[in-house]
């Protein structure tokens, strides 16, 4: 078995924190909700259910665009205004829309440990990849502020479709040898489910905050390696044993 491996890893909420500032503006969206309807008496559960849905189906059908986050904060109001009634706004839309776009604008934070892990992973040799769903622009500006080229250098992949075919197609354009590859993400959908089925390894990095849409079942106990950590700085340890393990079964053979 070859010892070097070939590692993807997913961006947002893997290497650097995302979910966390979605919701920091989810706040402060539900207050506005609960200001502007405060004779309605709209509770923050009924506002955030309305504002998943409408954001997940989004998601579903374009893909992970910058446009859908806000989108999803005014068609949330405006279902609000619908179900009161109460008349709809413009200015209180255009809020809406700043508000939402601003959480492109906040400075990216790493998760604790990612450099020394990345550091550890590129020392021993191995080979790594970014593969991170959005938009070009606003994922390549993380990837630069975090300077994640000096390990990644030209072998990353942004995809506005995050899914099986993706990978697919990411496996079949480079030199990847299946039985060394892995797949690193905090996304059973969009990460570890890809991963396993194109037939390659993942880890799965269990965060406390996940969005709702990376939140799916594993249709069955998966026939190719699949790890859970609750950190990234526990990847290394479980390349280094599931090398060790294969390199113990060909001696034995």
């Known amino acids: 078995m070859n010892t070097r491996q070939q590692i993807l890893f997913d961006l947002d909420d893997t290497l650097i924190h995302c979910n966390k500032y979605f919701g920091l503006i989810l706040d402060e ?17 009924e506002i955030r259910q309305k504002q998943i849905e409408i954001d997940i189906a989004s998601v579903h059908n374009v893909g992970f665009k910058s446009g859908n986050f806000p989108a999803s904060l005014i068609n949330t109001y405006r279902y609000f205004s619908q179900k009161c009634p109460r008349l ?6 255009d809020q809406l829309m700043k508000l939402g776009l601003s959480v492109y604008d906040l400075e990216v934070e790493p998760y604790p440990r ?7 992973l590129k ?4 080979q790594l990849y970014l593969y991170t769903g959005g938009e070009t622009a606003i994922q390549q500006r993380k990837i630069d502020q975090m300077k994640l080229n000096m390990y990644f250098d030209e072998r990353i992949y942004i995809r506005e479709h995050k899914n099986t075919q993706a990978l697919e197609q990411i496996l079949q354009s480079g030199l990847f040898d299946r039985s060394s ?3 690193i993400g905090n996304s059973l959908r969009t990460d570890v489910i890809p991963a396993l089925t194109a037939g390659i390894a993942s880890i799965h990095i269990q965060i406390s905050n996940e ?6 079942e594993l249709e069955s106990s998966p026939d190719h390696i699949l790890y859970t950590v609750s950190s990234i700085e526990e990847v290394p340890e479980m390349i280094d044993h ?10 034995l053979n």
Request: hydrophobic fraction near 30%; avoid cysteine; proline fraction near 2%.
């Open 29 to 45: 969206f539900n207050a506005l909700i609960q200001q502007w309807f405060s004779e309605y008496e709209l509770t923050t559960t």
């Open 88 to 93: 709809i706004n413009p200015q209180e839309e």
């Open 114 to 120: 990612m450099i020394e892990t990345l550091e550890s």
């Open 123 to 126: 020392s021993d040799g191995h």
């Open 181 to 183: 590859t892995w797949m």
């Open 211 to 216: 969005w709702e849409y990376n939140i799916v």
């Open 242 to 251: 599931k090398i060790e393990q294969e390199n113990k079964q060909r001696t």
